[in-house]
């Protein structure tokens, strides 16, 4: 028999002729086996084990109208927090039936897009998305094929479900934290004001130093990206100046900047915290390992992926006319690690 078997990937035909049954059989069989006798269903099983066959997704999503994956594409996956989201999400969508496809845009606008016309194309279910500026024409492309899309770590338009972390909060926290530490000239590490995260967390700041009353001086460097790289090359002149010319405090808007930063002062012979605290502001566990672990920000990755992907299904079951799009907040938390212990 199996010298027979094609070359080709199997089709469910293939699966029918093998097995002596019929394709609405092998169809039942896959979709609905409590419909097929005992017997008959061993016949199919069988066959599929001999050749291999995989079933087309796609084809049965053009069949039955109905998708069970859904996708999720976020700025990086090298930043902890997003595959803490990831695994909140994925638990959720797994116990109501549904897989979780997930694609990185490598904080790539253009590459971000790509992957929503991805998932678009291949039909999902709905998009968990984690931008870093605003995709209204990402959310309007799904949203005009009737796919629901859920923004996560963006507060972006009303005319989608989001959940948001307080990112005021988170550097409102951070710059707290330093300055109850003893800190009076603080130094903020960061990207472009372009990414809305980093707009608010320089808010939070703000207010937290107008808080302390003129007795906290502040000043801003812009790094080149929000990488350890751009960390470890921003600090450079800091760490190489007279240590009365130096920040007492290091407030890094990501804690791979931080990370960078870190290195970049022990590799100048600043001692870290003996010398200078830091502080990071996103609770990435790549910053955990080292002599020096990171304070920092939580930001509840795994509370946002359930939060998110329930609001997905929610819209998903909830007739369109009876759906109403909501705003979630979840709030920060301050991890103290020995970057900021003396």
Do not use: K
């Amino acid at each position: 028999m199996t010298d027979q078997l094609p070359r080709r990937p199997a089709r469910i035909s293939d699966v029918a002729r093998l097995a002596g049954v019929s394709l609405g059989t092998v169809s039942h069989a896959l979709n609905h086996p409590s419909r097929v006798r005992p017997a008959t269903l061993e016949r199919v099983n069988d066959a599929i084990r001999e050749l291999g066959f995989v079933r087309n997704a796609n084809a049965s999503t053009l069949a039955t109208g109905r998708s069970t994956n859904i996708g999720m594409v976020a700025i990086a996956f090298g930043n902890s927090m997003f595959v803490d989201i990831a695994r909140g999400a994925q638990r959720v969508a797994r116990n109501a039936g549904y897989n979780l496809l997930l694609a990185g845009s490598e904080d790539s606008y253009d590459t971000q897009g790509q992957f929503v016309q991805f998932f678009d194309e291949a039909r999902v279910a709905g998009l968990l998305l984690a931008p870093m500026e605003d995709s209204s024409e990402h959310v309007d492309r799904m949203a005009s094929h009737g796919r629901p899309v859920v923004l996560m770590n963006y507060d972006g338009p009303e005319d989608a479900c989001r959940v948001v972390v307080d990112n005021e909060q988170v550097g409102y926290l951070a710059a707290r934290h330093l300055i109850e530490r003893g800190c009076r000239r603080i130094t903020v590490f960061g990207g472009g004001d372009q990414f809305q995260p980093v707009q608010l967390r320089r808010r939070g700041i703000a207010r937290a130093i107008e808080e302390a009353g003129g007795a906290v001086e502040v000043d801003a460097v812009t790094t080149d990206g929000l990488t350890p790289a751009a960390g470890e090359a921003a600090v450079a002149p800091i760490a190489a100046a007279a240590p009365d010319g130096r920040p007492d405090g290091l407030l890094c808007l990501t804690d791979a900047i931080a990370v960078g930063a870190i290195r970049g002062l022990q590799a100048a012979g600043v001692d870290v915290p003996g010398d200078m605290l830091v502080m990071g502001c996103d609770h990435n566990t790549q910053s955990w390992d080292g002599d020096v672990t990171l304070t920092t920000v939580a930001m509840r990755g795994l509370e946002i992926g359930e939060t998110a992907m329930g609001l997905l299904l929610e819209e998903l079951t909830t007739p369109a006319s009876e759906h109403a799009h909501r705003r979630v907040v979840v709030e920060p938390r301050l991890e103290v690690r020995s970057s900021t212990t003396r």
